[in-house]
C-alpha cells in the first residue's frame, strides 16, 4: 500500500500568463571540423555528376533479405563509381571483397558504408527493445547497444539502421517490438542512452557504428495498427508526443535519420519537406544524412502522389533525402533530373557532402579496411562478457504481472510440471531482427535453463504454438498430475510480431487456450510464461493463471534468465512500458490520455452519459509502470524543496521508499505531474522523472528528483513552445495507476 501524506496548500489561481521559452539545442554538428570539409571541398570538386549521385545510393547485397528482393546488378554499378553504400552484407572476406572493388577498381577510389539492422545485437541477443525499456535501466541499455556495435563493427560493419524510435499506443501494431512503448518521455531518455551506446564518444572509435534514428515520423501511429498504413494527426499531436525521441536524437549526436514508410497528413514522409527540411534541418539543425527506408522512394507512385519514378525521386532529393535505400531511383533518374532543371545539381552535391563527411569521421579515408580485423571478430562475438550482459539484460527486463500467494520465486524442493510449446524453443525466443544470432546451439531455452540449473522437472510440449492439434494434452496432463506447481511456457512465434505482422487479435492462440483450460483442471497451480513481442489480450488468462512471468522475446541467454527469476536468483524489477488492454476494443489505450468534457470518473456526473465503455472499465488490464516484485516497497513523507516553481528555481521533490519485504530487490520509483487548466488540454497525468534504486530487505532510501521549467512545457495551439503559469498536481507511485497527492505551482 502506498501511503503517502496529503499537502494541505491553499491553492492560489495563477493568472494566465505564458512563458515562452526557446528550447536548448546542445546538437553535436558533424560540419564543424574544418580539415575534413576543406577535404570535402577537394574531394567534390573532382567529382562528376554522376559520381556524386553514386555517395546517395544503397543497395542491398541479398546476403539477408529485409524486405523486397530487387535484382539491382549493384556489382557493375559499383564499379562504376556509382554505389555510396552496401547494405546486409554480413561476411568479413565479402565486405573486404566489395571495399576493395570500391577502393582499387573505381576512378576516385571512395570508400563504402556498410549497413545492417542491428537492432538488439548482433551475434549475442539481447531482448528485444520493447522488451528492454521495461527495464527502465538507461546504463544498462546503453551497454548492451554498445556490445552490440562491437560485435558489428568487428566484420567490417560501421552503421546500423537503429534505434527504432517510434512512440505507439497499439499494440496490433507489430513493431510495437522494436520501440519503448507509448511514453514519450521515457522514449526520449531511452533514445540518448541507444545512441550513445552505438556511436560511443567518437565516430573514428572502429569498435562503434553510425546510429540511424528511424521512422522519422509518426509511423507508429498507423490508422487500424495496420504496418506501412496512413497517419493522420494534428501538429500538436505530433509535436508533443511523436516527435521528441527524434529530437533527444538529433541532441544526443545520431549520425543518420530514416524516413517512414507512412504519409503523414497527405504527403509520404520519404518526400516530406516539412519533417526534413524545416523540422529536421532547419529547426533542430541536424546536419548528418537522411536515408529513406526501403524502396520507400518507390513506394511514392502507391501513395498516389507522383506519376512516375523520376518524379518521386525528385520529390525525395528536394525535400531533404540524402541517400535512396534499395530503389534504384536516384541512381537512374536523378541525372535526368538536374540535366532538365527538374533539380538543382548543388542539391546534388550537399546530399555527397552529407554522405563523404561520414565517411571521413569514421576514418574510411584513412584506412577503409580499419573496420575488418578478422582476429578481434572471433575474439569479440559472444564473447562471455556479452553472454552474461545478455542474461542479465533479459532477467531486468522481464516483468512479473501476477503472484497469487506468492507462487514465485520457486523452491528447489518443488517438483515442476514444465510445460507448453515454447519451453524447448531455441528458434523464437531470440524474437525477430536478430541481426546474425544463431537460432539452434546458442540461444538457450527455458528447458535447457533448468537442466543447467539441476531443477526438479517433468518436461511435455503439450501443443504447437498455432496448430490446432491435441495430442500432445494428455502427457502435458499426466506430468502436470504428478507435479507440484506447472510452470507453462507460452505464446507467439517470432513471426507474430514485428515488421508486416499486425493482428486484430492479440489474444494466444486458441491450442494454448484450450492447453491451459485443460492444465487449470488438475487443480495445480500455474505459472505462466509469456514469450510475445506485443502487449497480449490477457484478460481471460489472468484469472486462470496463478502468476504470470513477462518475459517477451528474451535473447541468446533467455532460458538462463528465465530460471534465474522464477527460482528468485534475481528478483524480477521490470515495469511495463506499454499497457496492455482488457481487450482490442480499448486500443488505443495508454495512461496518459485526455480528460473528455464528461470523464467517467467525477462524482457530479451522471453515471450514464459519461465516456466509458458499458462492458469493461476504461483501465487496461495492466497500466504503464506495472510491475510486481518478490518483495513488497512502501513510500512515505513526500516533500517538496517549495510549493512554487520559477525559471529561477525548480523544485526538488523527494520520497521515502522503504524495502517492506522479505527480498531484496529493485524498484523503479516514478514521477508524475498534471496541468490542472492550460490553453489546450493536456493529459491527465504525465511522467517527468523515474529512478531504478536497489534496496536490500528493510533499507530505507530518499529518492529524489527536480523539477524544472522545462518539464512543464509543451507546443500551444499557436504552436509555440511555452510553460504557462497555473497549479500543478503531482505523484510518486510505483506505477501509472495512482492518484496525485501533492500540489505546486508555477508562475513568473
Known amino acids: 500500500m502506498i501511503n503517502i501524506m496529503r499537502n494541505a496548500l491553499i491553492l492560489l489561481v495563477v493568472m494566465s500568463l505564458l512563458l515562452s521559452c526557446e528550447q536548448k539545442n546542445s546538437v553535436k554538428h558533424f560540419s564543424s571540423n574544418a580539415e575534413v570539409e576543406r577535404k570535402l571541398d577537394s574531394l567534390l570538386s573532382l567529382m562528376t555528376l554522376e559520381e556524386k549521385i553514386g555517395q546517395t545510393v544503397l543497395f542491398s547485397s541479398h546476403s539477408t533479405v529485409t524486405g523486397p528482393v530487387m535484382n539491382h546488378n549493384y556489382i557493375t554499378y559499383l564499379k562504376q563509381g556509382q554505389v555510396g553504400a552496401i547494405f546486409n552484407a554480413t561476411n568479413a572476406d565479402f565486405i573486404r571483397k566489395l571495399q576493395k572493388i570500391a577502393v582499387e577498381e573505381t576512378r576516385l577510389g571512395i570508400p563504402l558504408l556498410f549497413g545492417y539492422d542491428v537492432i538488439h545485437g548482433y551475434k549475442t541477443i539481447f531482448p528485444i527493445p520493447l522488451a528492454e525499456s521495461c527495464s527502465w535501466d538507461l546504463k544498462l541499455l546503453e551497454k548492451t547497444a554498445k556490445v552490440a556495435s562491437k560485435e558489428a563493427s568487428s566484420i567490417g560493419l560501421n552503421w546500423t539502421f537503429a534505434p527504432m524510435i517510434d512512440v505507439s499506443r497499439d499494440p496490433r501494431w507489430g513493431r510495437v517490438a522494436e520501440g519503448n512503448g507509448e511514453d514519450t518521455y521515457l522514449a526520449s531518455k531511452i533514445t540518448t542512452a541507444r545512441v550513445k551506446g552505438i556511436q560511443g564518444d567518437d565516430l573514428a572509435d572502429p569498435q562503434t557504428l553510425l546510429s ?391 462524482p457530479e456526473a451522471n453515471e450514464r452519459y459519461t465516456s466509458k465503455f458499458i462492458d469493461v472499465p476504461n483501465s487496461p488490464l495492466y497500466p504503464f509502470g506495472f510491475g510486481l516484485s518478490y518483495t513488497t516497497f512502501d513510500y512515505k513523507n513526500v516533500t517538496l524543496s517549495s510549493d512554487t516553481l520559477t525559471t529561477q528555481n525548480p523544485i526538488t521533490v523527494s520520497v521515502e521508499v522503504t524495502n517492506s519485504g522479505n527480498f531484496d530487490g529493485e524498484e523503479i520509483v516514478q514521477l508524475y505531474i498534471k496541468d490542472k487548466v492550460a490553453s489546450i488540454t493536456r493529459p491527465v497525468k504525465e511522467l517527468k522523472g523515474f529512478e531504478k534504486v536497489f534496496l536490500k530487505k528493510g533499507e530505507m532510501q530518499r529518492v529524489s528528483f527536480e523539477l524544472t521549467v522545462e518539464d512543464l512545457m509543451f507546443y500551444n495551439s499557436n504552436l509555440e513552445w511555452v510553460a504557462e503559469p497555473g497549479v500543478f498536481e503531482l505523484m510518486i507511485a510505483p506505477n501509472s495507476d495512482h492518484p496525485f497527492t501533492h500540489f505546486f505551482k508555477f508562475k513568473i
Not at 240 to 265: C, D, H, I, R
Not at 273 to 299: A, H
Not at 441 to 459: D, I, L
Request: hydrophobic share 40%; net charge negative; proline share 4%.
Open 212 to 602: 540511424c534514428a528511424k521512422h522519422f515520423a509518426a509511423y507508429g501511429a498507423p490508422q487500424a495498427g495496420r504496418d506501412y498504413h496512413t497517419v493522420d494527426m494534428s501538429e500538436i499531436t505530433l509535436r508533443n508526443v511523436y516527435l521528441p525521441p527524434f529530437k533527444s536524437a538529433v541532441q544526443a549526436g545520431a549520425a543518420t535519420f530514416m524516413t517512414a514508410f507512412n504519409e503523414l497528413n497527405g504527403v509520404p514522409a520519404t518526400a516530406n519537406p516539412f519533417l526534413l527540411d524545416q523540422i529536421l534541418r532547419k529547426e533542430w539543425g541536424f546536419d548528418g544524412f537522411v536515408v529513406t527506408d526501403y524502396t520507400s522512394v518507390n513506394e511514392m507512385i502507391h501513395h498516389g502522389n507522383v506519376n512516375t519514378l523520376q518524379e518521386a525521386g525528385e520529390e525525395a532529393i528536394k525535400s531533404g533525402v540524402d541517400m535512396d535505400m534499395q530503389g534504384g531511383v536516384f541512381r537512374k533518374f536523378l541525372a535526368k533530373s538536374v540535366k532538365s532543371g527538374k533539380v538543382d545539381e548543388s542539391r546534388i552535391t550537399k546530399a555527397a557532402r552529407s554522405v563523404l563527411r561520414m565517411k571521413y569521421l569514421l576514418g574510411l579515408f584513412d584506412d577503409p579496411y580499419r573496420y575488418l580485423d578478422a582476429q578481434n571478430a572471433s575474439d569479440v562475438l559472444l564473447h562471455p562478457s556479452h553472454l552474461e550482459l545478455a542474461r542479465t539484460s533479459a532477467a531486468k527486463s522481464m516483468v512479473l504481472l501476477k503472484n497469487k500467494q506468492n507462487i514465485l520465486p520457486l523452491r528447489s524442493s518443488q517438483k515442476v510440471a514444465l510445460i507448453g510449446p515454447l519451453a524447448d524453443d531455441e528458434y523464437h525466443i531470440l524474437g525477430n531482427w536478430i541481426g546474425q544470432g544463431d537460432r539452434s546451439g546458442t540461444a538457450v531455452s527455458v528447458k535447457e535453463g533448468f537442466e543447467a540449473r539441476g531443477a526438479h522437472f517433468s518436461y511435455a510440449k503439450g501443443c504447437e504454438i498455432e496448430a490446432n492439434n491435441k495430442e500432445g494434452f494428455e502427457k502435458a496432463l499426466q506430468v502436470a498430475k504428478n507435479a507440484d506447481v506447472i510452470v507453462l511456457v507460452a505464446g507467439e512465434t517470432e513471426r507474430m510480431s514485428g515488421e508486416a505482422a499486425s493482428r486484430t487479435s492479440i489474444s494466444l492462440p486458441d491450442i494454448q487456450k484450450e492447453l491451459i483450460a485443460a492444465l487449470n483442471e488438475t487443480g495445480k497451480p500455474i505459472v505462466l510464461v509469456l514469450f510475445n513481442g506485443r502487449p497480449l489480450d490477457l484478460s481471460w488468462e489472468s484469472t486462470i493463471s496463478d502468476a504470470i512471468l513477462e518475459t517477451w522475446f528474451s535473447g541468446t541467454a533467455g532460458g538462463h534468465a528465465i530460471t534465474d527469476v522464477l527460482y528468485g536468483d534475481v528478483n524480477p524489477s521490470g515495469k511495463l512500458t506499454m499497457s496492455f488492454p482488457r481487450n482490442v476494443g480499448q486500443i488505443p489505450v495508454f495512461y496518459n490520455e485526455k480528460h473528455t468534457g464528461r470523464p467517467h470518473d467525477i
